[in-house]
């Protein structure tokens, strides 16, 4: 297992749901204070079409769609049902034609009640894989870009740690987390409101949501959901670690046992070999 993303479902049959990129496939959560339920399966993102696995997954609430991206296609967004059939791609294009990103991490939606880009999508790009800059773009539903956020005075934490998703934050804000464990707050121009705020415990944030309860929930490497309130307080008593298979995140070396006739694997939890 090892989370990539996370997105919350405000529609629909898996409304209050929040669904979990991990690897090529996607599990749902339930939405609770105090969590008690399993973590469940919902479906693969395994399609011809896509030949790695996704970094971003969003829930697109006015379509009923779940979008993920594929880092080697960087102007694709590939397209599922709440039941995981594969609906097609859609075109990104930039703002620059001839651009094209190195590295594509989180996506984000921003809902229809925003007051700033409603019912648009957020991606985060790098312009060079582990060195930046970063950009936060702006796109329509049909995958046309439509603003860019990137700022050369952005802190250390942001231009050098890398960022790793964005979420929208009600009202007209945006949440965003870097490799360092931090979390800001900005607007839409990419002005810094707050931050950072750095979490004792996090091992690397990848994805991040607001909820309909104004809750904000983000996951760190590898399968860790962490709580907060909308202030970003944290809530611990709802925090909950799921393990996916056999927690075997990274593979790191190999050897064959020939008293067993088995292959020895060596991998990385996350915290230890």
């Given at each position: 297992g090892f989370s990539e993303d996370i997105t919350y479902v405000s529609t629909g049959s898996l409304k209050n749901?929040?669904?979990?990129?991990?690897?090529?496939?996607?599990?749902?959560?339930?939405?609770?204070?105090?969590?008690?339920?399993?973590?469940?399966?919902?479906?693969?993102?395994?399609?011809?079409?896509?030949?790695?696995?996704?970094?971003?997954?969003?829930?697109?609430a006015s379509e009923a769609l779940f979008a993920v991206n594929n880092v080697t296609q960087p102007k694709k967004l590939f397209l599922f049902d709440e039941k995981?059939?594969?609906?097609?791609?859609?075109?990104?294009?930039?703002?620059?034609?001839?651009?094209?990103?190195?590295?594509?991490?989180?996506?984000?939606?921003?809902?229809?009640?925003?007051p700033t880009f409603p019912d648009h999508l957020i991606l985060v790009l790098w312009d060079d894989v582990g060195l930046g800059p970063f950009r936060i773009a702006i796109a329509r539903r049909d995958g046309v870009v439509v603003s860019e956020i990137?700022?050369?005075?952005?802190?250390?934490?942001?231009?050098?740690?890398?960022?790793?998703?964005?979420a929208y934050l009600a009202p007209g804000r945006l949440l965003v987390t870097t490799y360092d464990n931090s979390i800001w707050t900005m607007d839409f121009s990419g002005s810094i409101?707050?931050?950072?705020?750095?979490?004792?415990?996090?091992?690397?944030?990848?994805?991040i949501v607001q909820m309909s309860d104004e809750r904000?929930?983000?996951?760190n490497y590898p399968q860790?959901?962490?709580?907060?309130?909308?202030?970003?307080?944290?809530?611990?008593?709802?925090?909950?670690?799921?393990?996916?298979g056999l927690n075997l995140n990274i593979p790191s070396g190999i050897a064959w046992n020939t008293d067993t006739n088995q292959l020895i694997i060596a991998h990385d939890t996350g915290l230890n070999l």
């Open positions: 749901k929040i669904a979990i990129l991990d690897g090529y496939e996607v599990f749902v959560v339930e939405n609770a204070k105090k969590p008690s339920g399993p973590m469940t399966r919902l479906f693969d993102v395994r399609v011809p079409e896509i030949d790695t696995n996704p970094n971003g997954i969003t829930y697109i995981g059939a594969f609906k097609g791609t859609r075109a990104i294009q930039y703002l620059d034609s001839g651009y094209t990103p190195a590295h594509m991490e989180g996506l984000a939606y921003i809902p229809s009640n925003s990137s700022r050369p005075d952005w802190p250390a934490s942001i231009a050098e740690a890398g960022i790793g998703d964005v409101l707050s931050g950072p705020l750095v979490v004792s415990g996090a091992n690397g944030f990848e994805g904000i929930v983000a996951v860790r959901l962490m709580f907060f309130d909308k202030n970003l307080n944290s809530v611990p008593e709802s925090d909950r670690n799921d393990i996916v």
